[in-house]
């Protein structure tokens, strides 16, 4: 009963590296989403992705790029981190419209 | 467009009380309408939703919901707290029109007096 595996689950990184962070449902759903949770803010959409083949820009998409590998993965990448990108991240999959959200366990980054 | 507004950062009740979260929606069209609870250090987990069915929706761990069209809220409760009710707590609202993105509040986090 996996759901939705994010990793890694911790990194630090320095100011300007790169990284990806890797996320799998097993639940075959069509949609998938990147957010990150800030203190204060809630969580924020990066980018999502509909169906297999699409994505879209969310509320904050700047300084992040995303690439759907195939329905089951959906990737997050930092080309140059920023302190400002020091947040927990946070994949999440649903199927129908209505249906709710299963959001992973979460990555948290820290940039310095 | 919609978004979503939480009265209250931190709610803190006795164990044994009632829980109230509160939450108002702004949606040009019919909502769908969620509550979600995040642990410590871990993912968030659905606790109920509104998908335009009965207005009072009973979800997991006792809380419940109910969906007032003429008040745009959809506060959260459950007649008595525990302990391990203690947790952070999103409402969130999507509409089928906006292709399944959830927007989501900033938060309540609810502790429970001993």
């Known amino acids: 009963n996996a759901g939705v595996t994010q990793t890694p689950k911790f990194q630090v990184l320095k100011t300007g590296q790169s990284m990806t962070l890797q996320c799998a449902q097993d639940m075959n759903h069509n949609s998938m989403y990147w957010y990150r949770q800030d203190p204060g803010m809630g969580l924020r959409l990066i980018y999502y992705s509909a169906s297999e083949g699409t994505t879209d820009k969310g509320e904050v998409p700047n300084g992040y790029n995303v690439s759907r590998l195939n329905k089951r993965e959906f990737s997050l990448r930092l080309e140059s981190a920023a302190p400002s990108q020091t947040s927990v991240y946070f994949c999440a999959s649903s199927d129908l419209t209505g249906g709710g959200y299963t959001f992973g366990s979460g990555t948290r980054l820290t940039v310095v | 467009a919609q978004s979503v507004t939480q009265l209250g950062s931190h709610v803190s009740v006795s164990e044994g009380a009632l829980v109230l979260l509160r939450c108002n929606y702004s949606?040009?069209?019919?909502?769908?309408l969620f509550w979600y609870v995040q642990y410590p250090n871990q993912g968030l987990q659905l606790l109920l939703k509104y998908t335009s069915a009965a207005t009072l929706v009973k979800g997991i761990n006792g809380f419940e919901a109910e969906f007032k069209k003429s008040e745009t809220s959809f506060h959260l409760t459950k007649p008595s707290a525990h302990m391990s009710d203690a947790a952070e707590y999103f409402c969130a609202v999507t509409t089928y029109s906006s292709a399944s993105k959830i927007i989501f509040g900033s938060g309540t986090r609810l502790s429970i007096r001993p």
């Open positions: 949606s040009s069209v019919p909502p769908y």
